[in-house]
Nanobody, 121 residues
Framework: QVQLVESGGGSVQAGGSLRLSCAASGYTYCMGWFRQGPGKERERVGDIYSSRGYTYYADSVKGRFTISQDNAKNTLYLQMASLKVEDTAMYYC?????????????????WGQGTQVTVSS
């Protein structure tokens, strides 16, 4: 069982930046970020396969968000820049064991508790 602990959420004005962190307690095949805004379905933001050097970003965040991973610390980061009001959401860190492809929620076995990001105009 892998535990994920997120940190770094908060409130920021539009155009600002925030960095989220997610510390994993064990090995993960892939890690990613999802978010769920008010009245919206949970959305895949991006993920990383560190062993392949591959990252994925949703079109809505491409060019503004950067996912990175510190393997020595088993920690995943989400650097968010040029934040928009529509980025307001609960952000969840997730990790997959590799049993299923990490391209949908079903590929993620472990989930963090979520951290709130609020962007005001």
């Amino acid at each position: 069982q892998v535990q994920l602990v997120e940190s770094g959420g908060g409130s920021v004005q539009a155009g600002g930046s925030l960095r989220l962190s997610c510390a994993a307690s064990g090995y993960t095949y892939c890690m990613g970020w999802f978010r769920q805004g008010p009245g919206k379905e949970r959305e895949r933001v991006g993920d990383i396969y560190s062993s392949r050097g591959y990252t994925y970003y949703a079109d809505s965040v491409k060019g503004r968000f950067t996912i990175s991973q510190d393997n020595a610390k088993n920690t995943l980061y989400l650097q968010m820049a040029s934040l928009k009001v529509e980025d307001t959401a609960m952000y969840y860190c997730a990790a997959g064991s590799g049993a299923l492809p990490c391209i949908t929620e079903s590929g993620y076995n472990y989930w963090g508790q979520g951290t709130q990001v609020t962007v005001s105009s």
